[in-house]
């Protein structure tokens, strides 16, 4: 598993790509020129890697365009150390870059296949996340809550009640809310029952479905 000088220079143009298109944090645009993401696709799609495009993945999902991964990050405010709840962790793409911004990531895959994958790969590459969890992200991860932040990586009909209740006071969510388009949502918990709610565009992911598969 290589990461060239041909890689990194492709890398640099995309981040500039999506610093064009409005991403100014820099700490978020270093980490997206730091993760190779070639090495989380699918070896068909290597030389799309660099492109700001999804791409399936295994058991009919997607890697996350690097743009949407990016914004995301951005919305969620990230401090070093803090402790995060990914829903939806897919090739682990997501979850390398909120390694790379010294994030304690917990992350949740309903996939089978995918999760074994991502379990797998990794560590292999440098990533150690918290704890990898294979099962049903509408239930977050009770014995590790309250969260710092909580971002969901799948487009959710509803809000979870769930998740909101794991997010600690001063907290925030970013939660794509919608069935066949999704708008960002930021939800930030003001106290144990007050949540401030902000809208973020328009994006489009594969939906946040019930269950382990
Ligand atoms: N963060 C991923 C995005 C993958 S797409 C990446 O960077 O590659 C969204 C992922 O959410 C898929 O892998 C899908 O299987 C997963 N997912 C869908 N519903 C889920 C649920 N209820 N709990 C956990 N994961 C779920």
């Given at each position: 598993m290589i990461d060239s000088?041909?890689?990194?220079?492709?890398?640099?143009m995309l981040v500039k790509l999506i610093e064009e298109k409005g991403v100014?944090?820099?700490k978020v645009l270093q980490a997206i020129s730091k993760v190779p993401?070639?090495?989380?696709?699918?070896?068909?799609?290597?030389?799309?890697?660099?492109?700001?495009?999804?791409?399936?993945?295994a058991a009919e999902q997607t890697i996350s365009q690097p743009f949407?991964?990016?914004?995301?990050?951005?919305?969620?405010?990230?401090?070093?150390?803090?402790k995060v709840l990914e829903i939806g962790t897919g090739s682990g793409y997501q979850t390398a870059v909120l390694i790379e911004l010294k994030a304690k990531v917990y992350s949740?895959?309903?996939?089978?296949?995918?999760?074994?994958k991502t379990k797998l790969f990794l560590p292999k590459?440098?990533?150690?996340?918290?704890?990898?969890?294979?099962?049903?992200g509408y239930k977050g991860i009770p014995e590790h809550a309250p969260f710092d932040?909580?971002?969901?990586?799948?487009?959710?009909?509803?809000i979870p009640k769930t998740l909101l209740s794991q997010l600690k006071v001063g907290g925030r969510m970013v939660i794509p809310v919608g069935e066949e388009v999704q708008t960002m949502m930021v939800i930030i918990r003001k106290s144990d029952t007050e949540f401030e709610k902000q809208e973020h565009g328009s994006f489009r992911f594969v939906p946040l479905l019930k269950d382990r598969n």
């Amino acid at each position: 598993m290589i990461d060239s000088p041909k890689h990194q220079g492709m890398r640099k143009m995309l981040v500039k790509l999506i610093e064009e298109k409005g991403v100014t944090d820099k700490k978020v645009l270093q980490a997206i020129s730091k993760v190779p993401r070639h090495l989380f696709m699918d070896s068909g799609f290597i030389e799309f890697a660099y492109q700001d495009k999804a791409f399936p993945i295994a058991a009919e999902q997607t890697i996350s365009q690097p743009f949407t991964v990016a914004f995301q990050t951005e919305l969620l405010q990230l401090e070093e150390g803090e402790k995060v709840l990914e829903i939806g962790t897919g090739s682990g793409y997501q979850t390398a870059v909120l390694i790379e911004l010294k994030a304690k990531v917990y992350s949740i895959e309903r996939q089978q296949e995918l999760f074994r994958k991502t379990k797998l790969f990794l560590p292999k590459i440098g990533y150690h996340a918290k704890s990898l969890v294979f099962g049903d992200g509408y239930k977050g991860i009770p014995e590790h809550a309250p969260f710092d932040k909580i971002i969901v990586t799948a487009g959710a009909p509803t809000i979870p009640k769930t998740l909101l209740s794991q997010l600690k006071v001063g907290g925030r969510m970013v939660i794509p809310v919608g069935e066949e388009v999704q708008t960002m949502m930021v939800i930030i918990r003001k106290s144990d029952t007050e949540f401030e709610k902000q809208e973020h565009g328009s994006f489009r992911f594969v939906p946040l479905l019930k269950d382990r598969n």
